[in-house]
C-alpha cells in the first residue's frame, strides 16, 4: 500500500496551510483540515496500529467512528489521551500520537510473538487456562499485557462544561435527511439543535454525488448551514456527538470545543450538552460492513466508502493499484473514483454470479474489468497488501498485484441511540442488514439509519420527520437504488477477521459454536467480539450473521446484543464538567467562619460543614490542643460553635400531637418554656437521629436534630405529614441556617455570660438545666438554652446567623478573665465520650433500637409512634441483643482504637461487640471509651478481650456509659 | 433521566426527585393488634409490576411536595400524576409495547 496525495482537489483541506506533525517517532506534514488518518494515508503510512491480541500489523479501514484499528495515544504529559480513533483526530501542527497496543513500535513490535502462538490461545484462552490455584494469581500480569493505552496519571489539567438545552426538536446527524429535517422545522418556527459528529455538516453529501434542488450537493449543504445558522432558535453543532439516549428523550450530546491546537487556552476542552426535546430525529447514517474473506485485516485492505471519502475529502489516495470486492452496488462508486483520481483499478470482483448490467457497463465503459461470480481467498504482502489471490465460480485461482484493495459487505444503519431508546430492531433480508421496526414514542429514524439508501428518499423521510409542508429537497440525477445480497463469509483457509478491533476470527466464533456460546450476549462475552471502545461497529452483523449459519437459526432469530452507551468512548472529565475539587461538593461554612479563622482553626468536613476540629497555637501539636480545649471547658470555660445543629419549627394545633408519633418518647407533656432530650426512630424501630426538642409555645416546637441529619429530619417529618398523616394541622419550617448557636460550656460559663452581659437571670434556680429563655446577650436578641453536650454547665445561645462573629467576640472578649478557650469538635466529641452520651451514627447503626441504648422505657407508652409496632418484635426483645456500655481498659492508659472487636470467654458468637466511641481523658489521665457489648448492661464489671486491630489482646471492663462525673452533679450547678 | 411532572411546578429532571417507593400503603393499626405477618408484609412486602405502577414521589429540590404516580416500569412512561390522599389512579389493562 502506498497511499499518497493528489495534486488537487480535496473538498476539506487547505493547501495554503501545512502542518506538521509526528505520528510513531516519525515526521510528516499534512493540510489544515486532514485528520491524522487522511493525513497518514496521504503520507503514505501503511500501518497505524497493532491489532489487540496478535499484535498483527493493521492499516485504516474506515474514515469515520467506525475506525477499529487506527487507536492512537495523543500527546503526552498530563494532557495525553488514549484510544482516540485517528480518524476523528483533527490535524493540528505541532500533533504528536502513537499507536497503542505495540512496543516499541507499530512497525517492529514484540508484542507479535502473539501472532506465532494464536493457535494456542482461542477465544476462552484465559477463562480455561488460568483457573488453578487461583484466577488472582495471573490476573495482574494478564492485566499489565492486556489494555490500549496507558492514561496519565497526574491530574487532568483541561477544563469542562456543560449545558443544558431544551427543544422542540432534536436532529441528531448532519447528512441530508438531519439537514432536511432541521430545515423542516426550523422554517416552522421551532427550536431546532441539531448535532453532527463531523467537523462539517453533510454527511454522505461531502464525498458522495449528490445534487438536490439542482445545486450540487456541498452547495446544497452551504445553503442548508447559513439558513440554519441564520434562524433565531436553531442551533446547529459540529464536533457534537450524541452519545446515548435516555429516558424521556433525553440525549447527551459531547461536544468538542478546542483541539490541542489551542493547548494553553483557559477554554473549556469538551462540553455536554445535556438535551431534552419534544421530539428527536435520528438520522446517523449507516456504516459499512468489511467481508470475511482470509486476510482482510492486511494494512491496504479498506473499506470501499472509506477509499472513496478520503480521494473526495482529503485528496489522499490510498492505493495506486485498486482491486474492489464486493457484494452489493455501492462500491462500484469507489472504482469510479479510484479511476477519476487517476488510479489502477486491476479489476472488480462481484461475489454475486449477476451484478446489475448498467452497473457492469458504466464500470467498464470506464476501463475496469468487472469478474462476476468472483471473490478474495487470500491476501499477501508484508506488512501492506501487495497482491490478493481471487477465485473464480468455478474453482479457479489467479493472483492480482495491488496494493490496495477496497471491500463492500453491504451497510449496517446506525441503529445504536434508536436501539438505546429502547426501540426494536427487525432483519430485512433483503437488504441484508438490521433496521428500526417498533418506533419509541418521540422519536423518527430517517435516511440511512432506516435503510433508506436513495438520497431522494432519504430527504423526503427526513423533510417529513422535521414536520414539513409541502414538496421535501428534491434529488436529481441520482443512479439507480442499490441491491445487496446475503452475507455470506469466503469459506477457504486462513485467519478471516470479524472484529478487527478485539481480533475475533471466524475460527473464534465456531469454537463458542462447538462450546455451546450461541446466545448473542454470551457470544459477545465468550470471544470479546463487539467490546471496548469499538462496540462492534463493523463486526456486529457479520458475526451474527455467521452464528446464525453455524446454528441454522437465521439472522432474525440471533439477535443482536444491546447497544450501550455511550455511542463513541467519551472522556470522564466531560461528566464530572465543572464539578470539580471544591465545586464537586460544596462544603457550607459557619457563620462566624473568618472568626474561626483568626483563632486558629483547624478545619474538617463534618456532614458537609466545614467546621473547626481543633484550634492550632504555637508550641501545641493538635492532639495537644484538643486536650488543652478540653481541660477548659472541664476545669474553666470553652466557647463552642454548634451552628450546624438541626433546627426545625414545628407548629399548628396538632404539632403536639405530631411529635408524640414521631419520637419514642412524649413530647405532648412538654411544658412551655422547657426542654426534652428525644429519640426518633424509623419504622423499622432503628434509632435514626436524636436531639432536644423546647416547646416555645403550646402549639409551636424547636426541634433539635444532629447536625448531619438536620435536612433529613425535616424532609422525614414532611413525608410523614404529607403522605401519612395530612390530616393533623402541622407546619414543618427547617431554620438552621437562619440561626447561629454559640455554646459557653463549663463552670465558669455562668461568669462569662454574666459578663458579656444578659437581661435575663441566669443562676441555676431560675434558669435551671434543660429550660431555655428569650433575652439580649451582648445587647443581642437571643434564645439561651440550658442543655448540655460536655456534662458540664453549658447555655447554647441561638442568635439571628448574621450576628454570630459579633457575639464570638463579645464572649471571647468578656471570657479572656476567665481564661475562656475556643473548643473545636474533637474535644467536644472527647467531651461527650468521658459523660457516656449516646452519639447517634458513631455509637448506633442501622440495627440500634431504643433499648439497646438504655431506652426500653419507651415501650410503657400507650401512644403509638413510628418504630412503635416493631419493637415487640421477637428480634428486638431478644436478651443478647448488642447494648451501649462503657469500656475501661484494664492495666493500661492508653486509648482503644475504634472498630476493635470484643470477646467474651463463653459463647459461640466470633463476636461479642465493638468499641464505637474512644479517645484519651486528660482530666481523667487515660483511656476512655463506649461501645455496643452483646447483653452489655447484664455484664458489667466482666473482662472482654479485644479481639481485633493494634490492641489485640488487651483487657477491657464493661462499665456503665459515663466515665466521668457519672451522677451527673456537675450539670446542674 | 425522566421527566417528571410535577403537580405544582410541571415537568422537570428527576434529579429534583426523590422516590419513595410503593405509594397507597395502608399503615396497620392499633399497634397493639398488628400480627408479626401484618406488620412485616407493611415493612418489607412489596408489588414488583411488570407494567405499571402507583409510586409516590417528592420534588425534593423543588416545592417539596409529595405526589402520586403511575409509572410503567418497562417503559418509564408516566401514565398519571395525582396528589397525595387522592384514591389509587386506575391502572390500564396490560399492554405490550
Redesign the interface.
Known amino acids: 500500500m502506498s497511499g499518497s496525495r493528489l495534486a488537487e482537489g480535496g473538498s476539506a483541506i487547505d493547501r495554503s496551510r501545512p502542518l506538521r506533525f509526528t505520528f510513531d517517532g516519525r515526521a510528516h506534514t499534512g493540510f489544515a483540515g486532514d485528520t491524522l488518518a487522511s493525513a497518514l494515508l496521504a503520507a503514505g503510512v501503511s500501518v497505524v496500529g497493532r491489532s489487540f491480541k496478535y499484535h498483527r500489523p493493521r492499516g485504516l479501514l474506515a474514515a469515520g467512528v467506525e475506525e477499529p484499528n487506527a487507536l492512537v495515544r495523543l500527546e503526552d504529559g498530563p494532557r495525553t489521551d488514549v484510544n482516540l480513533r485517528a480518524t476523528e483526530i483533527e490535524l493540528y501542527d505541532g500533533l504528536a500520537a502513537a499507536p497503542v497496543n505495540c512496543w516499541p513500535s507499530a512497525r517492529f513490535d514484540v508484542g507479535a510473538i502473539n501472532a506465532a502462538i494464536s493457535r494456542f490461545i482461542p477465544a476462552g484462552f484465559y477463562y480455561k487456562t488460568f483457573m488453578w490455584p487461583d484466577w488472582r494469581w495471573f490476573e495482574p500480569p494478564i492485566r499489565r499485557a492486556a489494555g490500549l493505552g496507558r492514561i496519565s496519571t497526574s491530574p487532568d489539567p483541561d477544563r469542562y462544561d456543560e449545558r443544558h438545552a431544551h427543544c422542540d426538536l432534536l436532529v441528531v446527524g448532519g447528512g441530508p435527511a438531519g439537514l432536511a429535517a432541521a430545515l423542516a422545522a426550523s422554517r416552522r418556527g421551532e427550536r431546532v439543535v441539531l448535532a453532527e459528529q463531523d467537523p462539517a455538516l453533510g454527511g454522505a453529501a461531502l464525498w458522495r454525488a449528490a445534487t438536490i434542488d439542482g445545486l450540487e450537493g456541498a452547495a446544497w449543504v452551504a445553503r442548508a448551514q447559513a439558513e440554519l445558522d441564520a434562524a433565531p432558535e436553531t442551533t446547529a453543532l459540529v464536533r457534537a456527538t450524541a452519545i446515548g439516549c435516555?429516558?424521556?428523550?433525553?440525549v447527551a450530546v459531547l461536544e468538542r470545543l478546542v483541539d490541542r491546537r489551542d493547548r494553553d487556552a483557559r477554554r473549556p476542552r469538551l462540553r455536554l450538552w445535556?438535551v431534552?426535546a419534544r421530539r428527536i430525529v435520528l438520522a446517523t447514517g449507516a456504516i459499512e460492513r468489511p467481508l470475511v474473506f482470509p486476510g482482510n485485516d492486511r494494512p491496504g485492505v479498506m473499506l470501499a466508502s472509506a477509499v472513496q471519502q478520503n480521494l473526495e475529502r482529503w485528496a489522499a489516495l490510498a492505493g495506486e493499484a485498486a482491486v474492489i470486492f464486493t457484494d452489493n452496488d455501492s462500491a462500484y462508486a469507489a472504482a469510479h473514483a479510484l479511476v477519476g483520481a487517476g488510479a489502477q483499478v486491476v479489476a472488480l470482483l462481484d461475489r454475486r454470479p449477476a451484478p446489475p448490467k448498467p452497473l457492469v457497463e458504466a464500470a467498464e465503459a470506464r476501463g475496469v474489468r468487472v469478474l462476476p461470480g468472483t471473490e478474495v481467498t487470500a491476501t499477501h504482502g508484508a506488512p501492506a497488501l501487495s497482491a490478493v489471490t481471487a477465485r473464480t465460480r468455478d474453482g479457479a485461482t489467479f493472483k492480482l498485484q495491488a496494493d490496495l484493495l477496497a471491500m463492500s459487505g453491504g451497510w449496517n444503519p446506525a441503529v445504536h441511540l434508536f436501539s438505546q431508546t429502547?426501540g426494536a430492531l427487525a432483519w430485512d433480508a433483503a437488504q441484508a442488514l438490521f433496521k428500526p421496526s417498533?418506533m419509541v414514542?418521540g422519536y423518527d429514524v430517517v435516511g440511512a439509519a432506516d435503510a433508506r439508501f436513495d438520497l431522494g428518499g432519504a430527504l423526503e423521510q427526513g423533510w417529513r420527520a422535521g414536520g414539513g409542508h409541502g414538496a421535501p429537497p428534491a434529488a436529481s440525477g441520482e443512479a439507480r437504488p442499490w441491491t445487496f445480497s446475503a452475507i455470506g463469509r469466503v469459506a477457504a483457509p486462513g485467519k478471516a477477521f470479524l472484529d478487527f478491533q478485539n481480533d475475533v476470527t471466524v475460527d473464534d466464533l465456531a469454537l463458542a459454536r462447538r462450546e455451546s456460546f450461541v446466545s448473542v450476549e454470551h457470544l459477545k462475552r465468550y470471544t470479546t467480539l463487539g467490546m471496548a471502545p469499538d462496540q462492534g461497529k463493523t463486526s456486529n452483523v457479520n458475526a451474527l450473521a455467521l452464528m446464525a449459519e453455524l446454528t441454522g437459526r437465521g439472522v432474525a432469530q440471533t439477535g443482536t446484543t444491546r447497544f450501550r452507551p455511550p455511542y463513541t468512548p467519551a472522556a470522564f472529565g466531560a461528566f464530572g464538567g465543572r464539578m470539580r475539587g471544591e465545586l464537586f461538593r460544596p462544603r457550607r461554612r459557619l457563620p462566624a467562619h473568618d472568626r474561626h479563622i483568626e483563632a486558629g482553626a483547624v478545619f474538617e468536613e463534618y456532614g458537609g460543614w466545614l467546621r473547626p476540629a481543633c484550634y492550632a497555637h504555637a508550641g501545641a501539636t493538635p492532639s495537644e490542643a484538643v486536650r488543652e480545649e478540653a481541660l477548659a471547658v472541664r476545669r474553666g470555660v470553652g466557647l463552642f460553635d454548634a451552628s450546624p445543629l438541626g433546627k426545625i419549627e414545628v407548629a399548628g394545633p396538632d404539632a403536639a400531637e405530631f411529635l408524640d408519633r414521631v419520637y419514642a418518647n412524649a413530647m405532648s407533656t412538654l411544658k412551655v418554656g422547657r426542654a426534652r432530650y428525644g429519640l426518633m426512630l424509623n419504622?423499622?424501630g432503628v434509632v435514626i437521629d436524636d436531639g432536644v426538642t423546647a416547646r416555645l409555645a403550646e402549639d409551636r416546637f424547636l426541634v433539635g436534630a444532629t447536625g448531619a441529619g438536620a435536612a433529613r429530619i425535616a424532609?422525614w417529618l414532611?413525608?410523614w405529614l404529607?403522605?401519612?398523616w395530612?390530616h393533623l394541622d402541622v407546619l414543618v419550617a427547617p431554620v438552621t441556617t437562619s440561626l447561629a448557636v454559640l455554646t459557653l460550656s463549663g463552670p465558669k460559663a455562668r461568669a462569662v455570660l454574666e459578663a458579656a452581659g444578659v437581661d435575663i437571670p441566669v443562676d441555676a434556680a431560675a434558669f435551671p438545666h434543660m429550660a431555655f429563655r428569650d433575652g439580649r446577650v451582648a445587647g443581642t436578641p437571643a434564645r439561651i438554652f440550658r442543655v448540655s453536650f460536655t456534662g458540664e454547665v453549658s447555655y447554647e445561645i441561638n442568635v439571628a446567623a448574621d450576628r454570630a462573629g459579633e457575639l464570638w467576640d463579645r464572649l471571647l472578649a468578656a471570657g479572656r478573665p476567665h481564661g475562656v478557650r475556643p473548643v473545636g469538635i474533637d474535644a467536644w466529641m472527647l467531651l461527650r465520650t468521658e459523660k457516656g452520651y449516646l452519639h447517634v451514627g458513631a455509637d448506633t447503626d442501622g440495627g440500634t433500637a431504643p433499648g439497646d441504648v438504655g431506652w426500653g422505657h419507651v415501650l410503657k407508652r400507650t401512644h403509638?409512634f413510628i418504630g412503635?409496632?416493631?419493637l415487640t418484635?421477637?428480634a428486638n426483645l431478644r436478651e443478647d441483643r448488642l447494648q451501649f456500655v462503657g469500656l475501661e481498659v484494664v492495666g493500661s492508659s492508653a486509648p482503644l482504637t475504634i472498630g476493635g472487636h470484643l470477646k467474651g470467654a463463653g459463647g459461640d458468637e466470633p463476636s461479642d461487640g465493638y468499641v464505637t466511641s474512644s479517645g484519651f481523658s486528660p482530666v481523667l489521665g487515660r483511656g476512655v471509651a463506649l461501645g455496643m457489648v452483646r447483653g452489655g448492661r447484664d455484664r458489667l464489671g466482666e473482662e472482654l478481650m479485644v479481639a481485633s486491630g493494634p490492641e489485640r489482646g488487651a483487657r477491657v471492663r464493661v462499665t456503665a456509659p459515663g466515665a466521668y462525673d457519672p451522677t451527673g452533679e456537675r450539670l446542674n450547678g | 433521566m425522566l421527566l417528571i411532572p410535577c403537580p405544582w411546578c410541571g415537568p422537570r429532571d428527576e434529579t429534583e426527585f426523590r422516590c419513595g417507593g410503593q405509594s397507597h400503603i395502608q399503615r396497620p393499626e392499633p399497634y397493639g393488634a398488628v400480627g408479626d405477618q401484618a406488620w412485616s408484609d407493611y415493612l418489607f412486602t412489596r408489588a414488583n409490576p411488570k407494567g405499571a405502577g402507583r409510586e409516590r414521589w417528592v420534588h425534593a429540590f423543588g416545592c417539596r411536595q409529595w405526589f402520586n404516580l403511575v409509572r410503567d416500569t418497562r417503559t418509564h412512561e408516566i401514565a398519571a400524576v395525582y396528589p397525595m390522599g387522592a384514591p389509587p389512579a386506575e391502572i390500564a389493562a396490560e399492554t405490550g409495547r
Do not use: K
Request: hydrophobic share 15%; aromatic share 4%.
Open positions: 435516555f429516558d424521556h428523550n433525553s445535556r431534552r429502547g417498533a414514542r419504622e423499622l424532609a414532611e413525608e404529607q403522605c401519612e395530612p403509638d412503635r409496632r416493631s418484635r421477637p
